[in-house]
């Protein structure tokens, strides 16, 4: 009896340590220092998770001409590319914004997407231009569901095409703040920067006094939207970290960056993912070309790290990543 209780208990304790290392082992993290519009084909390849079907490619869109948005034309590669596969559409996908600008309405937003070119490249479609669907989420403990474009329906696999920068209220912009605030609707937007108290796009400026609810409010969103596209299966990140100013793509007029371009990042895993970018700016040696500090602070100012800790307390995925360098 005495031997087979410690067999049992042997077993039990193999079992743990096995789930354990499955729940630790690192996501792969490919990276490039190659900047141009070529290695966004070449990391996307390296993904091993070929786009199909009606493929929504979301970008942002910019608030101006000044910031960082990922042009139309860096992008044209990766579109010709993925559509020369038979039966294969991208489709560049954009939500409207929950503050005034010009791109708070969808006639206004058009507008945007014609001067900047994107109709050029691919169709483009506003995803909450028609109304708006409501995701599950996992974690309730400030927002009940994710408020998303009603479009979403029409897609069966996402790209999240990210620029890597700060952010002025989340501290980071990543691929997660791409697939939270980015893929809801106005009134998502809303529900989620309020961290749960209101879906009205102007009240909800009272209520943003609650910095880690709203962190972590994103992680939620980022979750049910990587769940509808059946979790890495169906979704894949990539991240362009260049022109890193402190503030995001949605200021008109952003700090200039004190940071060099550094290159482009890609993972199946929006944790590991964000969790990188953050790393690598954190470990680039200061000195004529690069000053991290602002950016740092930025991040550690508005607890901007604290989505990758939340997102992975919540099974989104993990911090624990390897660097695979396609150069």
Partial sequence: ?????????????????????????????????????QAIVRIYHA?????????????????????????????????DDINS????????????TAYGGNRCTTEQHWEVIRERGFLDVAPVDIMDAEGEI???VHDTTWIKYDKVGSHIANYDFMINLAHFKGHQMAGMGGVMKNAS??????A??????????????????????????????????????????????KIIYISVMYRMSIDCDCIAHPAEPLIADYGIVASTDPVALD?????????????????????????ADRHGVHICEHAEKLGLGTRKYKLVSID
Avoid at 47 to 76: D, F, H, N, Q, W
Avoid at 275 to 299: F, G, M, S, W
Wanted: with cysteine.
């Fill in 1 to 37: 009896m005495k031997k087979l209780f410690l067999q049992t208990l042997w077993l039990t304790m193999a079992v743990v340590m096995i789930s354990g290392c499955q729940l630790t082992r690192p996501s792969k993290v490919y990276i490039t220092r190659d900047l141009s519009p």
């Fill in 47 to 79: 993904l091993g998770v070929p786009a199909t079907g009606r493929i929504a490619l979301k970008i942002s869109t910019g608030e101006s001409p000044e910031t960082g948005y990922i042009r139309p034309e860096t992008m044209k590669p990766l579109i």
């Fill in 85 to 96: 596969v038979e039966g294969n559409q991208v489709t560049i996908v954009e939500c409207n």
């Fill in 134 to 136: 409501c995701l599950p």
């Fill in 181 to 186: 605030i980015g893929i809801a609707s106005v």
């Fill in 188 to 233: 998502g937007k809303a529900y989620i920067h309020s961290a749960g108290v209101t879906e009205d796009p102007v009240l909800c400026w009272k209520h943003i006094d609650n910095q880690d609810g709203f962190v972590e409010a994103m992680a939620a969103a980022a979750q049910a939207v990587d769940d509808y596209f059946d979790h890495g299966k």
């Fill in 275 to 299: 969790q990188a970018c953050y790393d690598i700016v954190a470990q680039i040696h200061n000195d004529e070309h690069n000053n991290t500090k602002p950016l740092l602070d930025r991040i």
